[in-house]
C-alpha cells in the first residue's frame, strides 16, 4: 500500500482488497469460457493459425471479448442523440472522439467488442482437444529395436559430487545420529547423503516423418500454404504419439531435393511434375537413414495430382517400395476450388495402392477448413491400417 | 507533514452543515486504483461473481491504461453511506471529493426517489450485496460452479427488467379470478321462475386466473415466482439479482441531477473552504472544471453531454433564478425525466450549444433542426428502463410455456434476434420450459423468436 494512502485509511478496514481481486478472479473464468469457446473452432484454428515454421509451441489466436447477452434493439434505424459543440443544423459530422467524461461510470454494454485478444495456445492442447474432438484412437506405435538410454536418479550414497548433496535426506540421518548420541556434533561427514544417478535403458519410440511437397509451377502460393497448414498438424499429431521425430522435407518436380525446414517452404520451382522423383529421394533416404525395423516411418505427399502420365509406370513401382517401408503414407491432394471430373493421375497411383491393400490414404483438400478433416482422415485411416483392419473410413464423426 | 486529508473532512462537514446540506454519515475509505476500477465495474463493493464482470474489468484496466478516464470517488448510500476514494487521489482532489460526496449523501437522502427504493432494499445494500455473493459462493459449494454460473447468466441478462413501483418484496397474483353473476338476459329470467327442486345447485365461482393479468414487466420477480421447476436457491439468486437492481435504478435515473447537484456543492463548498491552503484549492479548482468540461480538451464537438456538465449548469441556473430552497424542492421531488422536461429551457439549450444528431449506420452524423423538445425526449431516450428494452412477461401457458412480448411499439424497432435467442436460450435453461418472446423484424411484421438451440 502505498503511503499517501496509509495516513488516511480508516483503520477498521484494512486494506484486504490488496489480497484478492473479484475482476481478476472472473476474467479468469472469462478466459476458461473463450477457451471452452475456441476448443469449438477447431477446425478454424488448426486452419487459421499463422504458424511459424520451426519449433513453434504455441499458436497465436485472436479472440474478441465474450459478450454477455442482454435484450437489443435491432440496427437499422439511425440512433438519436444528443451532442455539444460548435454545430448548425444541417452540419454533416465525421466522428470525433467522445468524451466519456471524467469519473463516469463504464456505460457498461455497448461497443465492447473493440478490444481483441491474442490468445496463446499451446500446440500440444490443440492436439489433445483435436484427437478429443475428432475422436481419433491413439496410434500405436510400432515398438523399436532401438532404445534409448538416459540417466536417472536412483538411490544415495555417502559419497558423491556437491552439487548433489540431498540436504532433506542429509538432516534426517543427523537428526537421527544425534538422537542416539547426545552432545554430539551438527553434522558430520558420515551424515551426508549424495543423490546418485544410473544409467537405464528405456524403451523408446522413434518415428521419421517425411514430408513430400511437389513445388512444380502448377503449384500455386496458396496451394503451398494449404499444405504447410497440413504438414504442421500432421508433425505435431506425430509428435503426440512419438518421443523422438525426424522430420524430413523433400521438394520434387522432375526432380528431387532434401531440404531443411526454413527453405523448404520457400521452394518455388518449375517445370513438370514427376512423382516418381520424390518418391526415390524419399526411398533413398529411409534406406539410408533409417531402419525400417526400429523407426515408424510416415509419408505425408502434397501435390495438385498433376503428374506426368509417362511416369505412371516408374510412379507406381516407387510407391509400392515406399509403401512398404513405411508404416502409412498419405497423399493430399491440394484441389484449386473447382469440381474435377476425372481422378488425377496421383489419385489414382494412390488408390490403386490402396486396393493393393496398402498401407496408403488420400485425401482431397481445397480449402482452409478442410484441413482438419484432412487430420482426421489420416489419423483414424493410419490406427485401422495399424490395427490390421485394413483400409477403411475413419470412425470419428466430429461435429 | 502536510496536513492530512482526514484532518479537512470535519472542517468541510461543518461548512456544508452550515450551508444545510442534510445527509446521513458517510465513511470514507482510501481504496486502491484496481479496487475503484472493480468498484465501477460491479458497481457494487463485493459483489457476486460472474465472467461477464470479468470482461468489463479488462476493458476498463484498458481504458484506464490508455488514460481515458479515470474515478476520483465511489459513494454508496445508506446509513452509513459508504464512500470509496482512490488513494492515487492527490490531497487537492480530495478536499473537492469530500464536498462531492457530501453533496451526493444530500442528494440520496432527500430525493424521494433514492428513499423510496432505500425503503425497499433498506439502508444497507454494500452489506447486503456482499451477503448475497457470499450467499452465492456457498451455492457454488454446494451445487458446482457451472450450475450457479448458468442461472446468473440468466438473471444477469435481465437485470435491467424490475418493476421499482412494486415493493421489492411482492406478493403472488391471485390464484383465483371471481366470475362474474350469469347476466340476467331473457333465458335466466324463464330458469329463474322453475321449480327450485329443479335447479341445480351453481358451480363455485371461482375460476383460475390468467398469469399475469396484465403485462408484467418484472421479469425477474415473475421468473423467481412462477418458474415450474426452479430450485429454491435459483430463485434466490433473481431475487439478489433483482434486490441489486432496485438500488441501481435511482442511481440510473438521476444521474443528472446527482452528478449536477454534487458537482453544485463541491464548487460552492470550495469557494468558502478558507482553510485549504492556496496551492490546493488552485489544484481543485482546476480538478473542477476537468469534471465539469463540456468537452474534451482539443476537441471542438462532443457526440455526448457530460452528465456532471448538463447538471451542473442546470443547477447553477435554477439557484440563480428561483434561490436554494426551490431548488432542494426540486431535489426532493424530481427525477432525471422532470429535471430535463423542466429546467432545460432553450435560452440554456443554445448557450450551451446542445445539439440533436441522428447517426446513419455508416457512421455519418447529421445534425438535426434546433427543436428543444425532441433534444430533451433524445437526452432522456437511454435513461428509460435502464436503457433496455422494454420487454413484459405476456403470457404464461398451462404448460408452462413463458411467453415475453417486446413493446416495439414504443421502443420503434423490434429486437436484435440473435442477441434476443441467446438470453432466451439462458433463460429456457432456469426456466426448463419452451421460452418464445414476440417481436417485430425489420419490416415491422410480427415475429417470434424461441430460444437458440443448445450445442
Known amino acids: 500500500m502505498s503511503n499517501a494512502g496509509d495516513e488516511w485509511v480508516r483503520p477498521a478496514l484494512n486494506g484486504w482488497y490488496e489480497l484478492f481481486s473479484r475482476g481478476s478472479r472472473d476474467w479468469l473464468r472469462h478466459g476458461e469460457k473463450v477457451r471452452d469457446a475456441v476448443r469449438e473452432h477447431l477446425p478454424q484454428i488448426v486452419a487459421g493459425a499463422d504458424i511459424i515454421s520451426h519449433g513453434a509451441r504455441t499458436v497465436r489466436v485472436p479472440v474478441r471479448l465474450l459478450e454477455h447477452y442482454r435484450f437489443r434493439l435491432r440496427a437499422g434505424s439511425p440512433a438519436r442523440g444528443v451532442g455539444q459543440g460548435k454545430a448548425k443544423p444541417g452540419d454533416v459530422l465525421g466522428q470525433p472522439a467522445s468524451e466519456p467524461g471524467a469519473g463516469q461510470k463504464g456505460a457498461g454494454g455497448t461497443d465492447r467488442g473493440g478490444i481483441e485478444l491474442m490468445l496463446e495456445f499451446k500446440v500440444d492442447d490443440i492436439i489433445d482437444w483435436l484427437w478429443e474432438e475428432l475422436r481419433l484412437p491413439n496410434l500405436q506405435a510400432r515398438a523399436g529395436a532401438t532404445a534409448e538410454s538416459e540417466w536417472k536418479r536412483e538411490g544415495w550414497d555417502r559419497r558423491g559430487a556437491r552439487s548433489r548433496l540431498d540436504r532433506r535426506r542429509s538432516l534426517k540421518e543427523a537428526t537421527k545420529r544425534r538422537a542416539l548420541a547426545s552432545a554430539s556434533p551438527g553434522f558430520r561427514d558420515e551424515d551426508l547423503r549424495f543423490r546418485q544417478l544410473v544409467r537405464r535403458r528405456v524403451p523408446a519410440t522413434r518415428a521419421a516423418v517425411f514430408f513430400l511437397l511437389d513445388v512444380s509451377g502448377s503449384m500455386t502460393e496458396r496451394d503451398r500454404q494449404l499444405a504447410k497448414t497440413f504438414f504442421f498438424w500432421a508433425a505435431a499429431g506425430l509428435r503426440r504419439e512419438y518421443r523422438s521425430l525426424d522430420i524430413v522435407f523433400v521438394a520434387h518436380t522432375t526432380e528431387a531435393w532434401e531440404f531443411n525446414e526454413a527453405e523448404f517452404f520457400d521452394v518455388v520451382g518449375t517445370g513438370g511434375t514427376v512423382t516418381s522423383s520424390g518418391l526415390a529421394k524419399v526411398r533413398e533416404i529411409i534406406e539410408g537413414r533409417f531402419s525400417p525395423a526400429g523407426c515408424n516411418v510416415y509419408l505425408f505427399y502434397a501435390s495438385d495430382g498433376d503428374n506426368a502420365v509417362d511416369d505412371r509406370a516408374q510412379a507406381r513401382s516407387e510407391l509400392d517400395a515406399v509403401a512398404r517401408l513405411a508404416r502409412y503414407s498419405g497423399y493430399i491432394e491440394i484441389s484449386p476450388n473447382v469440381v474435377r471430373t476425372m481422378r488425377t493421375e496421383t489419385l489414382r497411383l494412390f488408390d490403386d495402392a490402396a486396393l493393393a491393400g496398402l498401407p496408403v490414404g488420400r485425401f482431397p483438400v481445397a480449402a482452409p477448413d478442410d484441413i482438419a478433416d484432412a487430420v482426421r482422415h489420416f489419423f483414424s485411416a493410419e490406427s485401422q491400417a495399424g490395427a490390421g483392419a485394413g483400409a477403411g473410413g475413419g470412425p470419428g464423426s466430429g461435429a | ?455
Request: proline fraction near 5%; charge should be negative; hydrophobic fraction near 40%.
Open chain 2, 1 to 455: 507533514m502536510k496536513p492530512g486529508w482526514l484532518d479537512y473532512v470535519p472542517r468541510i462537514e461543518e461548512l456544508a452543515r452550515r450551508q444545510g446540506l442534510d445527509w446521513s454519515p458517510v465513511i470514507f475509505e482510501a481504496v486502491p486504483d484496481s479496487f475503484m476500477t472493480e468498484i465501477a465495474v460491479y458497481g457494487l463493493p463485493v459483489r457476486m461473481p460472474h465472467w461477464s464482470f470479468g470482461a468489463r474489468y479488462i476493458y476498463q484496466l484498458v481504458q484506464r491504461h490508455m488514460g481515458y478516464s479515470r474515478l476520483f470517488e465511489v459513494v454508496f448510500p445508506g446509513n452509513p453511506g459508504h464512500a470509496y476514494l482512490a488513494s492515487s487521489n492527490a490531497l487537492a482532489d480530495n478536499v473537492l471529493v469530500t464536498a462531492h460526496v457530501l453533496g451526493h449523501a444530500d442528494f440520496s437522502r432527500n430525493n424521494l426517489l433514492f428513499r423510496r427504493c432505500q425503503e425497499q432494499v433498506s439502508d444497507h445494500i454494500v452489506e447486503h450485496a456482499a451477503s448475497h455473493a457470499r450467499e452465492i459462493e456457498r451455492h457454488i459449494e454446494t451445487y458446482g460452479a457451472r450450475a450457479v454460473e448458468q442461472v446468473l447468466d440468466a438473471a444477469l441478462s435481465l437485470e435491467q427488467y424490475v418493476d421499482v413501483d412494486q415493493p421489492l418484496r411482492r406478493e403472488r397474483y391471485p390464484q383465483y379470478q371471481e366470475v362474474s353473476a350469469p347476466v340476467e338476459d331473457a333465458f335466466r329470467q324463464r330458469y329463474n321462475v322453475l321449480e327450485s327442486t329443479a335447479a341445480p345447485s351453481l358451480p363455485s365461482r371461482k375460476m383460475l386466473a390468467l398469469l399475469p393479468p396484465h403485462p408484467e414487466r418484472d421479469l425477474l420477480w415473475f421468473i423467481a415466482t412462477y418458474a415450474p421447476e426452479m430450485e429454491s436457491w435459483e430463485r434466490d439468486i433473481f431475487l439478489a439479482v433483482r434486490e441489486e437492481s432496485f438500488y441501481f435504478y435511482p442511481v440510473y435515473a438521476t444521474q443528472i441531477m446527482n452528478e449536477g447537484w454534487a458537482s453544485y456543492w463541491h464548487a460552492r463548498l470550495l469557494r468558502e473552504a478558507d482553510f485549504v491552503p492556496q496551492e490546493a484549492y488552485l489544484d481543485a479548482i482546476k480538478c473542477h472544471s476537468d469534471v465539469v468540461r463540456p468537452i474534451a480538451s482539443g476537441e471542438q464537438i462532443a457526440l455526448s453531454v457530460n452528465p456532471y456538465h448538463l447538471g451542473f449548469t442546470l443547477w447553477e441556473q435554477i439557484v440563480q433564478e428561483s434561490g436554494i430552497d426551490t431548488a432542494r424542492a426540486i431535489v426532493r421531488e424530481d427525477d432525471d425525466f422532470s429535471f430535463v422536461r423542466n429546467h432545460l429551457t432553450h435560452e440554456l439549450a443554445v448557450k450551451m450549444g446542445l445539439f440533436q444528431y441522428l447517426r446513419q449506420d455508416n457512421g455519418q452524423v447529421k445534425v438535426q433542426p434546433d427543436d428543444i423538445d425532441a433534444l430533451r425526449e433524445s437526452l432522456l431516450l437511454d435513461k428509460y428502463n435502464f436503457g433496455a428494452p422494454r420487454v413484459a412477461v405476456a403470457e404464461l401457458h398451462n404448460d408452462g410455456t413463458l411467453v415475453l412480448q417486446h413493446q416495439n411499439q414504443i421502443d420503434g424497432r423490434g429486437l436484435d434476434p440473435e442477441r434476443a435467442r441467446k438470453v432466451l436460450q439462458y433463460l429456457q435453461r432456469v426456466w426448463r420450459r419452451p421460452v418464445l418472446i414476440k417481436t417485430v423484424d425489420a419490416a415491422s411484421r410480427s415475429l417470434e423468436l424461441t430460444a437458440e438451440a443448445e450445442g
